[in-house]
């Protein structure tokens, strides 16, 4: 017969009457010991988080106000420039005046020295338009072919640009040489009367000559109209200068004709005499 446990007082007996699961344990397992939550301290997440936000803050400063320190280490970028190479030769082109060919030569200068694109290109164009200006004052042929060549250097390196300027580097054709001289018997007759006037200005009428050529050469109407305009203003400066009548006449024969051929065109009061 087994021997009977032996309780000391009724409330050992009464605890041990109980189920083990009443009792806070389990038969044949360890107590259940209940964790403490983790605990995150938070003051060293605001330390790190004030840390990043000054180097962020930092970054963002040098990179507005001193972006060249941030290249300090790396080694610098070779770039390689492509050397200028002129149009033409500057040597071959007659100026008209020695005013003209310094600011021509100058330009070219500064093209070569600039590396910037935008401001080399500006220089070139400034040059294109002077050598125009030249053919078309005077009316020679030696200028058309170097116009040729330098519209050629301005389409091979600033092919966009001269697409969209293609009015700047249309060239006229108004020499001999580009085309037959084709004149109304009006103009003709006009012409002649220029010719035997003995009052005007040798080079203004020499002027005056060169656009008649330059309007019988080339078909553009815009063109031919800006040509008679320019006559008429020579002619009426020439009328105020020498008062003479067959200037004046010439004059008038000339506004007549060009209200007749354009009638679109409003000839302004102080052109026509």
């Given amino acids: 017969m087994p021997k009977l446990p032996v309780y000391e007082n009724e409330r050992d007996f009464e605890i041990a009457q109980k189920g083990a699961w009443s009792r806070g344990t389990i038969a044949h397992t360890k107590p259940i010991i209940h964790r403490k939550p983790i605990k995150i301290p938070k003051k060293p997440?605001?330390?790190?988080?004030?840390v990043i936000v000054l180097l962020v803050g930092v970054y963002l400063g040098v990179r507005t106000f001193a972006p060249n320190l941030l290249e300090l280490g790396k080694k610098p970028v070779k770039v390689e420039t492509k050397a200028f190479e002129f149009p033409l030769d500057a040597a071959q082109i007659k100026y008209p005046s020695n005013i003209l060919r310094d600011k021509f030569?100058?330009?070219?200068?500064?093209?070569?020295?600039?590396?910037?694109?935008?401001?080399?290109?500006?220089?070139?164009?400034?040059?294109f338009l002077l050598l125009r200006?030249?053919?078309?004052?005077?009316?020679?042929s030696e200028y058309r072919p170097q116009l040729k060549t330098y519209k050629e250097y301005m389409q091979k390196n600033y092919a966009k640009k001269v697409e969209a300027n293609s009015a700047l580097y249309n060239v006229p054709c108004i020499d001999k040489l580009c085309g037959e001289v084709k004149l109304s018997d009006d103009v003709k007759q006009i012409r002649d009367h220029v010719i035997a006037d003995k009052k005007l200005n040798a080079e203004v009428k020499d002027a005056i000559l060169r656009n008649f050529n330059a309007i019988g050469v080339n078909s553009d109407r815009a063109f031919q109209i800006n040509m008679y305009m320019a006559t008429l203003s020579m002619l009426v400066s020439e009328f105020n200068r020498t008062n003479d009548l067959g200037v004046k006449k010439i004059d008038q024969d000339l506004a007549a004709y060009v209200v007749k051929t354009y009638p679109e065109v409003k000839i302004p009061p102080g052109l026509s005499l």
């Fill in 105 to 127: 030569l100058a330009n070219f200068q500064a093209a070569s020295n600039e590396n910037n694109e935008e401001k080399r290109y500006k220089f070139l164009e400034d040059n």
């Fill in 45 to 50: 997440i605001i330390i790190l988080a004030a």
């Fill in 133 to 140: 200006g030249f053919y078309t004052s005077t009316s020679s």
